[in-house]
C-alpha cells in the first residue's frame, strides 16, 4: 500500500503540514522534528507523488543546468562532474531534481532556452559561464524566469541578478605572482574562449600579477577541455615565445598542457611550471601534484541553490545580490622546482 504524507506525520508524531515543510526544505523546521520525520521517510521509502503536488503548486520541482559543450566535451571534466555532484546533494531530500540538457552550438543553446521558457518544465535555472553580453541573461530577465547566476555578470547587470562568484581576478593575480615568486621568469597564462567572463577576470588578474616584469604579455585562448589544451599547448611550446610557466584555466586543460610538454620531453617543474584552477582530484593524479586554485565548489553551489529555491518560493533574500566566495591557491609540486 502507498505511503502517504498522512501516515509520515502519524509515525513521526508531527502534522501534516510539518511534513509538508520538512519536504519543501523549509529552514524554520526544528533541526530535531526534521531528522525525525527524515528518517521516517527513509524508512517508509516514502516517494512523493510528482504529478499531485505538480498540480497543487504549479511547479515541476526540477532545477535546470545547460552546458555548452561539443559531443563528448564533458568526458572526464572534473569540474563539471563535481559541480552536479555538489547540486544533487544540495537537492537531495528536497521536492527538487536537477535536469540537465547539452548544447553544442549557441543556434541549439538559444533553441534549448526558447523550449525551457515556452514549456516552464524547470521551475528555475542554474547559469554558468556567462559572457561579456550574455543572451540567456537578458531574456531571462524579460521573463521574469528565476535563476542564479554561477560566475561574474559584468558591472552594469550587477545590481539586477543574483549570483554567487569567486574573486577570479584576485585567484589569478595571486597564482601569477606565486609562478614569478618561485622563479619563472616567463609565465604565460592558457586562456578559454574569448568573452567569456571567468576566463576574461583571470586574464586581467594575471596582468595585475605580471605587473613590473619585463615579460610580454603571454596570453592564449582555447575551447574548453583536455584535447584542445593539449593542442593549443604543443603549438605554444614549439613556438619562439614559448614561456617556462603557463597558468591554465582550470585543472583538466592542465592535464593537456602536461600532455604536449612530455610530448616534447619537457619536464615539469624544471622546464614548464604548471598552475590551474578548480583544485580537482585530477590534481593528485600528477606525479608530483598539480598547483591549484581551490574555488570552493561546495560553499559556491549550497549559496547559489539555497538562493534559487528561495527565489522559485518566492522568500525572502538576505545579503548583497552579488556573493563572493573565497579561493585558497593549494601549492604542490608541479610549481617547486628543485634547481632553487
Not at 76 to 85: Q, R
Not at 114 to 134: M, Q
Not at 161 to 181: F, G
Request: with cysteine; aromatic share 6%.
Amino acid at each position: 500500500m502507498r505511503v502517504t504524507q498522512q501516515d509520515i506525520a502519524r509515525l513521526a508524531n508531527v502534522s501534516q503540514a510539518t511534513v509538508s515543510r520538512v519536504l519543501s526544505g523549509d529552514a524554520r523546521v526544528e533541526t530535531d522534528i526534521k531528522d525525525r520525520v527524515l528518517a521516517v521517510i527513509s524508512e517508509t521509502n516514502y516517494q512523493i507523488d510528482v504529478r499531485a503536488r505538480s498540480l497543487r503548486s504549479k511547479r515541476t520541482g526540477l532545477i535546470g543546468l545547460v552546458v555548452k559543450r561539443p559531443p563528448g566535451g564533458l568526458n572526464d571534466d572534473p569540474f563539471f562532474a563535481n559541480l552536479i555532484s555538489h547540486i544533487m546533494d544540495f537537492l537531495a531530500g528536497r521536492p527538487y531534481h536537477l535536469c540537465v540538457e547539452m548544447v553544442s552550438s549557441a543556434s541549439s543553446q538559444e533553441a534549448v532556452y526558447d523550449e525551457l521558457l515556452r514549456t516552464r518544465r524547470v521551475d528555475g535555472l542554474i547559469l554558468v559561464e556567462s559572457e561579456a553580453r550574455d543572451e540567456r541573461i537578458l531574456r531571462l530577465q524579460a521573463e521574469g524566469f528565476p535563476f542564479v547566476l554561477i560566475g561574474n555578470p559584468v558591472e552594469e547587470r550587477e545590481s539586477t541578478i543574483w549570483s554567487v562568484d569567486n574573486d577570479n581576478v584576485l585567484a589569478a593575480k595571486t597564482a601569477t605572482e606565486h609562478l614569478r615568486e618561485a622563479g619563472y621568469q616567463r609565465v604565460g597564462l592558457l586562456a578559454g574562449p574569448k568573452g567569456i567572463t571567468v576566463s576574461d577576470d583571470r586574464i586581467e588578474g594575471y596582468r595585475q600579477g605580471m605587473s613590473g616584469s619585463d615579460c610580454d604579455d603571454l596570453v592564449w585562448h582555447c575551447d574548453f577541455g583536455f584535447i584542445a589544451a593539449r593542442d593549443t599547448a604543443s603549438d605554444i611550446l614549439r613556438s619562439p615565445s614559448r614561456p617556462d610557466a603557463l597558468l591554465v584555466l582550470d585543472d583538466f586543460m592542465a592535464m593537456g598542457v602536461v600532455l604536449a610538454a612530455r610530448g616534447q620531453g619537457l619536464f615539469i617543474p624544471e622546464d614548464l611550471g604548471v598552475a590551474s584552477f578548480n583544485d580537482s582530484s585530477l590534481c593528485d593524479l600528477f606525479e608530483r601534484g598539480l598547483t591549484s586554485v581551490s574555488l570552493n565548489i561546495p560553499q559556491i553551489v549550497r549559496t547559489a541553490c539555497g538562493r534559487l529555491l528561495k527565489i522559485i518560493e518566492e522568500k525572502p533574500i538576505y545579503g548583497p545580490r552579488r556573493m563572493i566566495i573565497p579561493t585558497e591557491l593549494c601549492v604542490r609540486g608541479s610549481t617547486t622546482r628543485r634547481d632553487l
